[in-house]
């Protein structure tokens, strides 16, 4: 297949990702372009990635198309997707915060993309915001599987470097190298909390910062826990670290605009102890998305036609409704995020492996040579 490279969208440390276009369907496509070192061949990676994610197909799973491999390139042909959930929530939320039934959708989609890996026995391992993609008929992608891994039983061999800071399961800070699928259900509860305040739930400076944050909010488990969590983690003769004693805030405290069944759900995902954790497909059964109003997938109806004149812009705000709170309620969620505001900058990423950048016209077309997969 041949393809015209259109605009540069992002750059990352191994490969930079260019809009495109098939010259035969004339679908636009994302192209990632792996630069190949003459002697260290393809990074692992990517080949990790491509190996992955030529299993994966699911709706919530960025599709990956064609691989294109010459001698000094490899370029992965992915689906197209507007803009990563990050962006999207700086563009439609209120303060970052997205409205409840963008929320539950969003997260139902989510839950429902990091199931399909979990049954595929894979490991996203790297899950936050940057790295979900949003389409134009509002159907949420999980992206950028670089950092994947399939695993077997029992997982004791992987290093804990995984997962962006602020999305890290406190086992893995911990050190433990002995997990699963527990440590994605984690960084989609990270992910839940931030889509309903506007702002990451956990911001560390490191990896004992960020531990500190998570318990001065679900509080410091008990010593059993923390024996059982510190040992996965430990070498032969070293001594188990003490830490503060931190009561729990509620979530609806630290939360106020969610409802009680989100906030339920949330302290189902974001269990300091990993075996106590929701899995994500018992997440999707769990009655927060058992109301009444319907879930959407596909299409999606927040971005309603985009052959109706007024809908022109895909990313017009996601539905009309408007949602009041009393005041001593409001009073509530604006402090709350205020103080959840405070520190940290934004993260870099992006769903296809690296940060967007404002889009500049390539300087020229070129296609890309046809190639094997």
């Known amino acids: 297949m041949n393809y015209v490279q259109l605009e540069k969208l992002g750059e990352g440390t191994y490969a930079t990702v260019y809009k495109g276009r098939s010259r035969t369907t004339n679908e636009i496509v994302a192209l990632k372009e792996i630069h190949l070192d003459a002697e260290e061949g393809t990074p692992s990676t990517a080949i990790r990635e491509i190996s992955l994610m030529k299993e994966l197909k699911h709706v919530n799973i960025v599709r990956l198309y064609d691989v294109i491999h010459t001698e000094t390139k490899l370029v992965l042909?992915?689906?197209?997707?507007?803009?990563?959930?990050?962006?999207?929530?700086?563009?439609?939320?209120?303060?970052?915060?997205?409205?409840?039934?963008?929320?539950?959708?969003?997260?139902?989609?989510?839950?429902?993309?990091?199931?399909?890996?979990?049954?595929?026995?894979?490991?996203h391992r790297d899950l936050k915001p940057q790295n979900l993609l949003i389409n134009r008929k509002g159907e949420l992608k999980v992206g950028d599987f670089g950092l994947a891994r399939a695993f077997g039983v029992p997982v004791n061999t992987f290093s804990n470097e995984v997962v962006t800071l602020w999305y890290r399961a406190p086992d893995v800070l911990m050190g433990s190298r002995t997990y699963?699928?527990?440590?994605?259900?984690?960084?989609?509860?990270?992910?839940?909390?931030?889509?309903?305040?506007?702002?990451?739930?956990?911001r560390g400076r490191d990896n004992q910062d960020q531990l500190l944050h998570i318990m001065r909010i679900i509080g410091t488990p008990d010593e059993r826990t923390l024996r059982k969590i510190a040992t996965e983690g430990q070498t032969e003769g070293q001594t188990q670290k003490q830490y503060p004693r931190y009561p729990k805030i509620p979530f609806s405290q630290v939360l106020p605009k969610a409802s009680?069944?989100?906030?339920?759900?949330?302290?189902?995902?974001?269990q300091f102890d990993p075996a106590k954790r929701i899995s994500a497909a018992e997440a999707l059964q769990h009655p927060y998305f058992s109301t009444n109003t319907p879930i959407y997938t596909q299409p999606n109806p927040f971005t309603p036609a985009l052959t109706t004149p007024q809908y022109?812009?895909?990313y017009?705000?996601?539905?009309?409704?408007?949602?009041?709170?009393?005041?001593?309620?409001?009073?509530?969620?604006?402090?709350?995020?205020?103080?959840?505001?405070?520190?940290?900058?934004?993260?870099?990423g992006a769903g296809y492996g690296m940060q967007y950048q404002t889009h500049q016209p390539h300087q020229a077309q070129q296609g890309f040579p046809s190639g094997s997969r």
């Open 316 to 348: 017009a705000n996601p539905g009309s409704q408007q949602y009041q709170y009393p005041a001593a309620q409001e009073a509530q969620r604006a402090a709350a995020q205020t103080q959840l505001a405070l520190a940290q900058p934004q993260i870099p």
């Open 260 to 270: 009680p069944q989100a906030i339920d759900l949330l302290e189902r995902l974001l």
């Open 180 to 202: 699963s699928t527990s440590i994605d259900v984690w960084s989609c509860g990270c992910i839940f909390a931030e889509m309903i305040s506007g702002v990451p739930l956990f």
């Open 77 to 123: 042909i992915f689906e197209y997707c507007e803009r990563d959930l990050k962006k999207y929530m700086d563009v439609h939320g209120d303060r970052g915060a997205l409205d409840p039934v963008t929320v539950r959708s969003f997260m139902y989609q989510l839950l429902k993309g990091t199931a399909f890996c979990h049954e595929n026995r894979v490991l």
């Open 312 to 314: 022109a812009n895909p």
